[in-house]
């Protein structure tokens, strides 16, 4: 995350890949699913042995012995609906849930964030020298209407992704953010509205930041959970 | 500190079945098995219960006539790696292969009979040399390595020219596809077993890594070095590279598919021209050594495409990257080049969200058939003709019996698919879903957070 500060998001997850590197993120929406970006996987149905979630702690690359620290295998991973970029993760067992790890809230289907709602993303990926690149990063935006955004970025933005971020100053997402939370603060409570996805920068000044609109997709996410 | 497994070739989940049984015995674990085995002149192979940790010994490997493997979940076979190996390690004198022809192509003289050729070496005499029917064998330690008597009258003995196994099977590109029988390092120390953990700790467990061939204590490639390597089984070296002959000729990647405007599974076919990492850092040439030093040469990885500063993968990560222009950042992937579509070319198309679709796609949109309705197998369906008898579930055919905002779906045929959507899309002219009032939101177990724990150890 590029200006971002310290911070706690029990919902974020690190990706870690066969050797326990991290290299994407992630955001826990029930104990056993995981949801992220299809752009950090190389395919959407074949297994993922080796690869594991962690969780509950804020530092990237915690002590073998951290007691907070839960490193859970990911046993399936099902791609969403074409052209969503999401693909979900399901753990090998459910995580443990206390005040270090806690499952999102998912938006109702089709559901629309207000603009200006509080929100934040939250990341162990680069941070351009703007922070601590050894724990949890977290920061604040708020959300921006499509047509706005749409305003600074030549019309591209999708109804299917949702926009957040100040313009005048340089922040937002970084490498290996990616596919972790975009979460906005609704009726008390942490609410995934986006998922963080590959752009071109870091948060650059006047380009605000696009992530997947999960409401378009959580009628999808609940699927996949009643199913499997 | 080697293990007496490391003279045998693990079969994992095989049971060798063989005429001649012989008992089971209780042990401590495979290794005692092993010593077992090898203390036993006769015995060639054994299986190994892991649940029960029952021993039985075999005379028979499953080269031999009147055996059988079968598959059990629970039993390991371990073949005698002298058995196994179609290659010869020094002189070939534990080579037990099934080699009977001389390198000029004579049919070797069964080791039991005396004719045409009188000799000394009969199998009653030395049990030990391995002298079965008319195989090739070095009793003697010839130095030109295994041989036979010829069944022509006018060569008595001729060699057989097995390759030995750094030269049997050359080293392509950076030999991650090797997957030879050399299990010694440059410095001649043996490899310790990949199923161990000592005495060397690591990662590269075989269970974790299917796609490597981590078979045994092999050399092997599984990080991208520049030649295959194994852990020795030397406690004061960790680690060392295998003296493996390489291939003659270009060297080329084994099954990649070479892409240039996107990229397939983990990159490493890509070969396209981007240059920058996702955040817009631009890399640094992989033969430059600044400001970042590496061994990712293109003279170290021929056929990695290691061309300029463009974004590859030659080390099997999860995309394609490079090395940045940037001192304080090593290494970073280059996301922004997009996943080439695996799907399907779809067949059809469907209004609104397609719970009225009556039409005969039966694939789903990565090409996977269907499974019917009215089946359980491979998958229990939730979704049939009893909790939707109005929804025209008919044979394998893909609908939308639950009104899935994305259209279509079913059951597949692949075991570990579920379901999945089907290869159709929306018609022109699809309407968009509305959206919702956001006063109807309600949550309640979830998204709760006290940041009061996080303020009082950050000051702390």
Request: glycine letters at 8%; one cysteine or more.
């Given at each position: 995350?590029?200006?971002?500060?310290?911070?706690?998001?029990?919902?974020?997850?690190?990706?870690?890949?066969?050797?326990?590197?991290?290299?994407?993120?992630?955001?826990?929406?029930?104990?056993?699913?995981?949801?992220?970006?299809?752009?950090?996987?190389s395919?959407?149905?074949?297994?993922?042995?080796?690869?594991?979630?962690?969780?509950?702690?804020?530092?990237?690359?915690?002590?073998?012995?951290?007691?907070?620290?839960?490193?859970?295998?990911?046993?399936?991973?099902?791609?969403?609906?074409?052209?969503?970029?999401?693909?979900?993760?399901?753990?090998?067992?459910?995580?443990?849930?206390?005040?270090?790890?806690?499952?999102?809230?998912?938006?109702?289907?089709?559901?629309?964030?207000?603009?200006?709602?509080?929100?934040?993303?939250?990341?162990?990926?680069?941070?351009?020298?703007?922070?601590?690149?050894?724990?949890?990063?977290?920061?604040?935006?708020?959300?921006?209407?499509?047509?706005?955004?749409?305003?600074?970025?030549?019309?591209?933005?999708?109804?299917?992704?949702?926009?957040?971020?100040?313009?005048?100053?340089?922040?937002?997402?970084?490498?290996?953010?990616?596919?972790?939370?975009?979460?906005?603060?609704?009726?008390?409570?942490?609410?995934?509205?986006?998922?963080?996805?590959?752009?071109?920068?870091?948060?650059?000044?006047?380009?605000?930041?696009?992530?997947?609109?999960?409401?378009?997709?959580?009628?999808?996410?609940?699927?996949?959970?009643?199913?499997? | 500190?080697?293990?007496?497994?490391?003279?045998?070739?693990?079969?994992?989940?095989?049971?060798?079945?063989?005429?001649?049984?012989?008992?089971?015995?209780?042990?401590?674990?495979?290794?005692?098995?092993?010593?077992?085995?090898?203390?036993?002149?006769?015995?060639?192979?054994?299986?190994?219960?892991?649940?029960?940790?029952?021993?039985?010994?075999?005379?028979?490997?499953?080269?031999?006539?009147?055996?059988?493997?079968?598959?059990?979940?629970?039993?390991?076979?371990?073949?005698?790696?002298?058995?196994?190996?179609?290659?010869?390690?020094?002189?070939?004198?534990?080579?037990?292969?099934?080699?009977?022809?001389?390198?000029?192509?004579?049919?070797?003289?069964?080791?039991?009979?005396?004719?045409?050729?009188?000799?000394?070496?009969?199998?009653?005499?030395?049990?030990?040399?391995?002298?079965?029917?008319?195989?090739?064998?070095?009793?003697?330690?010839?130095?030109?390595?295994?041989?036979?008597?010829?069944?022509?009258?006018?060569?008595?003995?001729?060699?057989?020219?097995?390759?030995?196994?750094?030269?049997?099977?050359?080293?392509?590109?950076?030999?991650?596809?090797?997957?030879?029988?050399?299990?010694?390092?440059?410095?001649?120390?043996?490899?310790?077993?990949?199923?161990?953990?000592?005495?060397?700790?690591?990662?590269?467990?075989?269970?974790?890594?299917?796609?490597?061939?981590?078979?045994?204590?092999?050399?092997?490639?599984?990080?991208?070095?520049?030649?295959?390597?194994?852990?020795?089984?030397?406690?004061?070296?960790?680690?060392?590279?295998?003296?493996?002959?390489?291939?003659?000729?270009?060297?080329?990647?084994?099954?990649?598919?070479?892409?240039?405007?996107?990229f397939k599974r983990h990159g490493i076919g890509?070969?396209?021209?981007?240059?920058?990492?996702?955040?817009?850092?631009?890399?640094?040439?992989?033969?430059?050594?600044?400001?970042?030093?590496?061994?990712?040469?293109?003279?170290?990885?021929?056929?990695?495409?290691?061309?300029?500063?463009?974004?590859?993968n030659?080390?099997g990560s999860e995309a394609p990257?490079?090395?940045?222009?940037?001192?304080?950042?090593?290494?970073?992937?280059?996301?922004?080049?997009?996943?080439?579509?695996?799907?399907?070319?779809?067949?059809?198309?469907?209004?609104?969200?397609?719970?009225?679709?009556?039409?005969?796609?039966?694939?789903?949109?990565?090409?996977?058939?269907?499974?019917?309705?009215?089946?359980?197998?491979?998958?229990?369906?939730?979704?049939?003709?009893?909790?939707?008898?109005?929804?025209?579930?008919?044979?394998?055919?893909?609908?939308?019996?639950?009104?899935?905002?994305?259209?279509?779906?079913?059951?597949?045929?692949?075991?570990?698919?579920?379901?999945?959507?089907?290869?159709?899309?929306?018609?022109?002219?699809?309407?968009?879903?509305?959206?919702?009032?956001?006063?109807?939101?309600?949550?309640?177990?979830?998204?709760?957070?006290?940041?009061?724990?996080?303020?009082?150890?950050?000051?702390?």
């Amino acid at each position: 995350i590029v200006g971002g500060l310290p911070g706690n998001s029990p919902w974020t997850i690190s990706l870690r890949n066969r050797a326990g590197k991290h290299f994407c993120g992630g955001t826990l929406v029930s104990t056993s699913w995981i949801i992220s970006s299809k752009q950090c996987f190389s395919s959407c149905y074949v297994e993922r042995r080796g690869y594991e979630a962690w969780m509950g702690t804020i530092f990237k690359d915690p002590r073998p012995n951290d007691p907070n620290k839960q490193a859970i295998p990911i046993q399936r991973a099902v791609c969403g609906p074409s052209s969503s970029n999401l693909i979900m993760l399901q753990l090998e067992r459910p995580a443990s849930l206390n005040e270090r790890v806690a499952v999102i809230c998912l938006p109702p289907p089709q559901y629309i964030v207000p603009e200006g709602t509080g929100c934040e993303i939250a990341g162990w990926g680069e941070t351009q020298g703007t922070g601590d690149d050894e724990v949890l990063n977290i920061l604040q935006m708020p959300v921006m209407s499509n047509r706005q955004c749409n305003g600074y970025h030549r019309g591209l933005v999708q109804p299917t992704e949702i926009c957040a971020g100040a313009i005048s100053r340089a922040a937002g997402a970084c490498e290996k953010d990616y596919g972790g939370p975009l979460a906005c603060f609704t009726n008390e409570c942490w609410v995934l509205e986006g998922v963080i996805i590959p752009g071109r920068g870091c948060g650059r000044r006047n380009r605000p930041g696009i992530f997947i609109r999960v409401s378009m997709y959580v009628d999808w996410m609940n699927k996949v959970m009643k199913m499997n | 500190q080697r293990s007496p497994l490391n003279d045998y070739h693990r079969s994992r989940g095989v049971q060798l079945q063989t005429l001649h049984r012989s008992p089971e015995g209780h042990v401590s674990g495979a290794e005692e098995c092993a010593i077992r085995c090898t203390d036993d002149l006769r015995c060639r192979a054994f299986n190994y219960n892991l649940q029960a940790k029952d021993c039985q010994i075999l005379s028979s490997t499953s080269q031999m006539e009147g055996t059988e493997r079968h598959k059990h979940i629970h039993i390991d076979l371990y073949e005698k790696k002298a058995y196994v190996r179609e290659c010869i390690v020094n002189n070939g004198a534990t080579y037990r292969g099934t080699v009977s022809v001389t390198q000029s192509g004579k049919t070797c003289q069964e080791w039991i009979s005396n004719v045409p050729h009188e000799h000394r070496y009969l199998p009653i005499k030395f049990p030990e040399k391995g002298l079965d029917m008319n195989y090739c064998r070095n009793p003697d330690n010839d130095v030109n390595g295994p041989w036979c008597y010829t069944t022509d009258w006018t060569t008595r003995i001729e060699a057989c020219g097995i390759k030995r196994c750094e030269n049997d099977i050359c080293v392509l590109c950076n030999g991650e596809d090797y997957n030879g029988f050399v299990d010694r390092t440059e410095s001649g120390r043996e490899c310790q077993r990949w199923d161990l953990n000592s005495p060397h700790r690591h990662n590269y467990q075989p269970d974790k890594y299917r796609d490597m061939n981590l078979d045994d204590n092999y050399c092997r490639n599984p990080d991208g070095s520049p030649q295959p390597w194994c852990f020795t089984t030397d406690p004061n070296v960790e680690r060392e590279f295998c003296n493996i002959q390489r291939c003659e000729g270009k060297h080329k990647l084994k099954e990649v598919q070479t892409t240039t405007e996107c990229f397939k599974r983990h990159g490493i076919g890509y070969r396209g021209t981007v240059n920058k990492t996702t955040s817009g850092t631009p890399c640094q040439p992989w033969n430059s050594q600044v400001p970042h030093q590496h061994q990712l040469t293109p003279e170290n990885y021929p056929c990695k495409g290691l061309e300029e500063n463009y974004c590859r993968n030659p080390d099997g990560s999860e995309a394609p990257w490079c090395f940045t222009s940037d001192p304080d950042v090593r290494h970073a992937f280059c996301l922004q080049i997009d996943r080439c579509e695996d799907d399907i070319e779809p067949e059809d198309c469907y209004y609104g969200n397609g719970e009225m679709y009556r039409g005969s796609v039966k694939k789903t949109r990565k090409g996977i058939h269907c499974q019917k309705w009215n089946s359980n197998t491979p998958h229990i369906t939730q979704v049939n003709h009893k909790s939707h008898p109005k929804a025209n579930l008919v044979g394998n055919l893909c609908r939308n019996p639950d009104g899935d905002s994305h259209g279509p779906w079913c059951y597949t045929m692949h075991p570990k698919v579920q379901w999945d959507y089907c290869a159709i899309n929306t018609c022109k002219g699809a309407h968009e879903p509305p959206i919702v009032d956001p006063e109807e939101v309600v949550f309640d177990s979830c998204g709760k957070r006290d940041d009061r724990m996080f303020r009082n150890n950050m000051l702390r």
